[in-house]
């Protein structure tokens, strides 16, 4: 089983910075893809970016392109989701995943965490 456990998240005003964590153990490893989707209330999981095992590729959604960047610690089997220049349009529950092959649809992905609530005031 897999075990992913994230952290960070808060209440900021727009504009500022935060940064998520996400750590992971069990076959959520570093053998997968990691991935940060958030969700807000009534909708669906939306993808927000993706990291590559290995290779470190990066992918990120238009809205968040240029503001957030992804990165991973395959040593600390962790994974970030630095946010710059946050909107209250970024108001969202943020979940961490891992998953063999990723994408941008939620189903496509194997292990989750518990979320993280971001909360950001104008």
């Known amino acids: 089983q897999g075990k992913l456990v994230e952290s960070g998240g808060g209440l900021v005003q727009a504009g500022t910075s935060l940064r998520l964590s996400c750590v992971t153990s069990?076959?959520?490893?570093?053998?997968?893809?990691m991935g940060w989707f958030r969700q807000t209330p009534g909708k669906s999981r939306e993808f927000v970016a993706a990291?590559?095992?290995?290779?470190?590729?990066?992918y990120y959604a238009d809205s968040v392109k240029g503001r957030f960047a992804i990165s991973r610690d395959n040593a600390e089997n962790t994974v970030y989701l630095q946010m710059a220049n946050l909107k209250p349009e970024d108001t969202a529950v943020y979940f961490c995943a891992a998953g063999p092959s990723g994408g941008i649809y939620s189903t496509e992905w194997n292990y989750w965490g518990q979320g993280t609530q971001v909360t950001v005031s104008s």
């Open positions: 990291i590559g095992r290995s290779d470190l590729t990066t």
């Open positions: 069990g076959r959520a490893s570093a053998s997968y893809i």
